[in-house]
């Protein structure tokens, strides 16, 4: 399916791309900023993940699913 | 805004990124927290062109979300999750068509609509010095509806902690048991599966860029369809897939950092979809920090959804008017206030959502009279101990 070969390669890509940068340790004071986390606010992101979820047909993408409800 | 140590939490979302000195790649929060939001959202009312007969209002809900993380020894933590939601209102119950032949919409619920749901979960993560790995299990009731899960995740960092590679896994089963059920001759009790596999690659690019990529499968089974609608019919399988993909992007001069997540979905039900979300964190000084989020979605129509309902049709044959199959786009644009006060955080987010047929990048065959609009406003309050 032409979306696994997509994600595959992304993957690998990344993967090179993992071989090439080195950020040390010392780097990384702006990387460790709550607004560059992937879930600066966890209880936003579940309201929205909820809400969208009971008003489109999409769901999933970052995580495995988690428990359902009777709003959709 | 004070530096915190990102924390990799149910959701496998987050890259492991070791401040400068720590000795752990990955490592348990060091404090408690406990977290509260407050959040209503209002849909707009229908207008009398597309609801000829009956209530206008639609559904107002009300949410109370609650977290507690906890170190829990050296190596672990402890997640307990609790919401609560209450809904009133009403929500379309069939299509018909007007004397001019365009679709227009019976509302369910002539005394109003009220339904209560409440969900507790509780999970644990070990964390090494090359990763962690944990789980959490989950139940959530309605009037009419009951929900078991459990989640597993497991992280593993290489290349100096400047990879990431995440794995998840949850299954969930649910029980189906609409109100009013001998009344309306709905379904007196069904169930339905659901289970879920998610990878994501995570990747340092240099000292102010992460980038994500993530792949999620959901395999749904058993009923599929909405009992509260009429003349609704939908297989009883159901393969999901979502791929998606993440920026962090810190601007140094500006102070303020750009996120931006794009998803593309697609299911056996004939819906494809594209998601784009695009935030921007401007840090005022140290206490405040102000952030608009701008989203857009758009997906095609179900093979099976058709605007105007068929009751001629047997319900062997899958058919649906309900407005989330058909083909729209939408807008979301919001802001939200940050105040860190140390060991209190204030949040407070205001969101508006608007669907429309004339948004979609897709073609619109049938467009649905009910797409929905609504107002969204929260306040969230964190406290560390």
């Known amino acids: 399916m032409r979306i696994i070969r997509l994600t595959v390669s992304a993957l690998i890509a990344l993967a090179a791309l993992s071989s090439c940068t080195q950020v040390r340790p010392w780097e990384r004071g702006y990387l460790a900023k709550e607004e560059m986390a ?11 993940d909820h809400i969208f979820f009971s008003k489109e047909a999409s769901s999933g993408g970052n995580s495995a699913a988690g428990g359902g409800c009777g709003c959709n | 805004m004070k530096t915190k140590h990102s924390r990799s939490l149910i959701a496998l979302s987050t890259s492991a ?12 929060p060091t404090e408690s927290t406990l977290s509260y939001k407050i959040s209503n959202y209002q849909e707009d009312d229908l207008t009398r062109a597309q609801v000829p007969f009956g209530e206008l209002g639609r559904y107002d809900i009300d949410v109370h979300q609650f977290q507690y993380v906890s170190p829990l020894g050296r190596d672990f933590a402890l997640f307990i999750d609790a919401n609560h939601e209450d809904m009133s209102g009403a929500s379309p119950w069939f299509s018909t068509a007007n004397a ?11 005394s109003g609509i009220t339904d209560a749901r409440s969900e507790l979960s509780i999970g644990t993560r070990y964390y090494s010095q090359n990763g962690n790995f944990g789980g959490a299990v989950g139940y959530s009731e309605e009037n009419d509806y009951r929900a078991t899960y459990v989640n597993l995740s497991g992280s593993r960092n290489f290349n100096n902690d400047l990879t990431t590679v995440t794995l998840g896994f949850s299954h969930s089963a649910d029980d189906i048991f609409p109100t009013d059920a001998e009344l309306f001759n709905r379904v007196r009790n069904e169930d339905k599966r659901a289970t879920s596999a998610a990878v994501s690659l995570s990747q340092v690019i240099n000292r102010v860029t992460t980038f ?11 009923y599929l369809s909405d009992p509260y609608k009429l003349q609704d019919a939908r297989p009883d399988n159901k393969t999901q897939i979502a791929l998606s993909n993440s920026l962090r992007y810190f601007f140094i001069e500006a102070d303020g950092a750009l996120q931006a997540n794009y998803r593309y979905y697609r299911d056996d039900f004939g819906i494809s979809s594209h998601t784009l979300d695009l935030s921007w964190f401007q840090n005022i000084n140290r206490t405040f920090q102000i952030a608009p989020v701008l989203r857009y979605y758009s997906q095609s129509a179900a093979e099976f959804y058709t605007n105007i309902d068929d009751f001629t049709k047997p319900l062997t044959e899958p058919q649906s008017s309900d407005y989330r199959l058909s083909a729209f786009g939408a ?48 306040l969230g309050v964190d406290y560390s101990f």
């Open chain 2, 212 to 222: 994500q990529t993530a792949l999620s499968i959901t395999e749904q089974s058993g």
């Open chain 2, 100 to 110: 001019a032949g365009e679709p227009v919409i019976n509302m369910s619920g002539a």
């Open chain 1, 38 to 48: 992937w879930d600066r606010d966890v209880l936003e992101r579940q309201l929205n």
């Open chain 2, 17 to 28: 990124l070791a401040l400068p000195g720590i000795a752990h790649a990955d490592a348990p």
């Open chain 2, 331 to 378: 807008f979301s644009g919001g802001i939200n206030l940050i105040a860190d006060f140390g060991d209190w955080t204030t949040t407070f987010t205001a969101e508006r959502y608007v669907a429309n047929e004339k948004y979609s990048v897709y073609a619109v065959n049938q467009p649905s009279p009910a797409l929905v609009q609504f107002v969204r406003l929260s």
